[in-house]
Nanobody, 129 residues
Framework: QLQLVESGGGLVQPGGSLRLSCAAS????????VGWFRQAPGKEREGVVC????????YYADSVKGRFTIARDNAKNTVYLQMNSLKPEDTAVYYC??????????????????????WGQGTQVTVSS
């Protein structure tokens, strides 16, 4: 059974940090580009950051550049999202997704969520004082 499982969400004060993890089971992530997406209440799902299978390419949404960092450990079949300087507008459910590598660019993957092939169940991130 192919699964992506996110963890690490929670409540944090503005300016704080969180690290999200996305662990894959039932398949190996090294054949996939992976992305983090988020969806706030009443808003469409948006791509936050995407990384290629080899980590050679990344794409960050303008809203998170300089604050969020994506990394992957293919040996552990896990992708991480380090989020620093969090703002209330970062509050959302965060999802990781996987897309077969070398089919589209990571920018396209992030801009068109429907391109992704597999999705996790999401983890809530709330930034509030």
């Amino acid at each position: 059974q192919l699964q992506l499982v996110e963890s690490g969400g929670g409540l944090v004060q503005p300016g704080g940090s969180l690290r999200l993890s996305c662990a894959a089971s039932g398949f190996t992530l090294d054949a996939f580009d992976v992305g983090w997406f988020r969806q706030a209440p009443g808003k469409e799902r948006e791509g936050v950051v995407c990384i290629s299978s080899s980590s050679s390419s990344t794409y960050y949404a303008d809203s998170v550049k300089g604050r969020f960092t994506i990394a992957r450990d293919n040996a552990k079949n896990t992708v991480y999202l380090q989020m620093n300087s969090l703002k209330p507008e970062d509050t959302a459910v965060y999802y990781c997704a996987a897309h077969w590598a070398r089919i589209t660019s990571v920018q396209t993957m992030c801009n068109i969520p429907s391109k992704s092939d597999y999705w996790g169940q999401g983890t809530q991130v709330t930034v509030s004082s």
